[in-house]
Antibody
Framework: QVQLVQSGAEVKKPGASVKVSCKASGYTFTSYDINWVRQATGQGLEWMGWMNPNSGNTGYAQKFQGRVTMTRNTSISTAYMELSSLRSEDTAVYYC????????????WGQGTMVTVSS | EIVLTQSPATLSLSPGERATLSCRASQSVSSYLAWYQQKPGQAPRLLIYDASNRATGIPARFSGSGSGTDFTLTISSLEPEDFAVYYCQQRSNWLSITFGQGTRLEIK
């Protein structure tokens, strides 16, 4: 079945970086954008950016420009999101989500990866 | 950045009742509006895309309407599994995607 499986929970210190992976299966990885969305505990959803797995092109929300990098390894159908200079406010569940063909909505979501930033 | 405002923040209804959730955009998003359902501890699930199209596998009791700045998600007759948080989301361009703050649908 079509699914996105993310890497496990992470605990990081302030100032460090975290890299979360998102492995796709059940469809052609290079045919659909991968987006990243995060959610702090008890809060709403916040879009971080997108990546085209075919070209590697990316687009980042202004808030995360300079701190986020989205990459992929097409040989293993896996997308990555790296966030640097972590602070406590980055503590959240991070989701990868597949964009529909028209790119306007997210039809398949990963299970989420909890990232905790604490000294 | 386009701001999406959802109302009400919390909606208390009983199974079998009709639910009407609203999402208002700070400027026109045409029909590029989606709705998601999220249950505790789970990832969001796409319900509606392009304002009024049901996603694959979504029951017919869910419907969406609207265009421009005002959108509505309607659940015609609530089932016990429908009580959750609902989010609207817009994509106005490739560098601007925003979500509403959510409406919590709770059992009365």
């Amino acid at each position: 079945q079509v699914q996105l499986v993310q890497s496990g929970a992470e605990v990081k210190k302030p100032g460090a970086s975290v890299k979360v992976s998102c492995k796709a299966s059940g469809y052609t990885f290079t045919s659909y954008d991968i987006n990243w969305v995060r959610q702090a505990t008890g809060q709403g959803l916040e879009w971080m950016g997108w990546m085209n797995p075919n070209s590697g092109n990316t687009g980042y929300a202004q808030k995360f420009q300079g701190r986020v990098t989205m990459t992929r390894n097409t040989s293993i159908s896996t997308a990555y999101m790296e966030l640097s200079s972590l602070r406590s406010e980055d503590t959240a569940v991070y989701y990868c989500a597949r964009g529909r063909a028209t790119g306007d909505a997210f039809d398949i979501w990963g299970q989420g990866t909890m990232v905790t930033v604490s000294s | 950045e386009i701001v999406l405002t959802q109302s009400p923040a919390t909606l208390s209804l009983s199974p079998g009742e009709r639910a009407t959730l609203s999402c208002r955009a700070s400027q026109s998003v045409s029909s590029y509006l989606a709705w998601y359902q999220q249950k505790p501890g789970q990832a969001p699930r796409l319900l509606i895309y392009d304002a009024s199209n049901r996603a694959t596998g979504i029951p017919a009791r869910f419907s969406g309407s609207g265009s421009g700045t005002d959108f509505t998600l309607t659940i015609s007759s609530l089932e016990p599994e429908d009580f959750a948080v609902y989010y609207c989301q817009q994509r106005s361009n490739w560098l601007s995607i925003t979500f509403g703050q959510g409406t919590r649908l709770e059992i009365k």
